[in-house]
């Protein structure tokens, strides 16, 4: 009977070891990796995941940027529109294995920003195609 009992007892462990930690996996999830910076305001970790090329739109301005260049628009952004808060309203991917998000992004002086977010995979990593603050 003890011998039975270690047995189930290592097996449980075992099992209960083998599944996968809820907070590795939004680790991963670029999503909510993405969010993150966002809501911390932080421009370097964001333009980590631009591409050589972004499309970004802040408010009415819209124009596409190298990666450099809208590191530094989206610095003076956050400059002028400090992040209290950051909520993704909703979130998917397409057949083609693109990923986007909705959001909406409230600065501390209460300044609301409906968000958008579309990522393209190359070579196993996501990149920033298209951000939007509008």
């Given at each position: 009977m003890k011998i039975f009992?270690?047995?189930?007892?290592?097996?449980?462990?075992?099992?209960?070891?083998a599944q996968p930690d809820p907070k590795a996996d939004a680790k991963t999830d670029v999503i909510e990796e993405i969010s993150n910076h966002i809501k911390a305001g932080?421009?370097?970790e964001?333009?980590?995941f631009f591409d050589v090329t972004?499309?970004?739109t802040i408010q009415e301005r819209e124009n596409s940027?190298?990666?450099?260049?809208?590191?530094?628009?989206?610095?003076?952004?956050?400059?002028?529109?400090?992040?209290?808060?950051?909520?993704?309203?909703?979130r998917g991917s397409s057949e083609k294995g693109g990923k986007y998000l909705?959001?909406?992004?409230v600065s501390e002086n209460d300044t609301d920003f409906r968000t958008s977010i579309v990522l393209l995979e190359k070579n196993g990593h996501y990149y920033i195609q298209?951000?939007?603050?509008?």
């Open positions: 009992l270690s047995f189930v007892l290592t097996l449980f462990l075992a099992v209960a070891q932080e421009v370097k964001l333009s980590a972004v499309e970004l940027y190298s990666k450099a260049q809208a590191e530094i628009i989206l610095k003076n952004f956050f400059n002028k529109y400090p992040a209290k808060s950051f909520k993704v309203m909703h909705i959001g909406l992004f298209q951000l939007r603050f509008e």
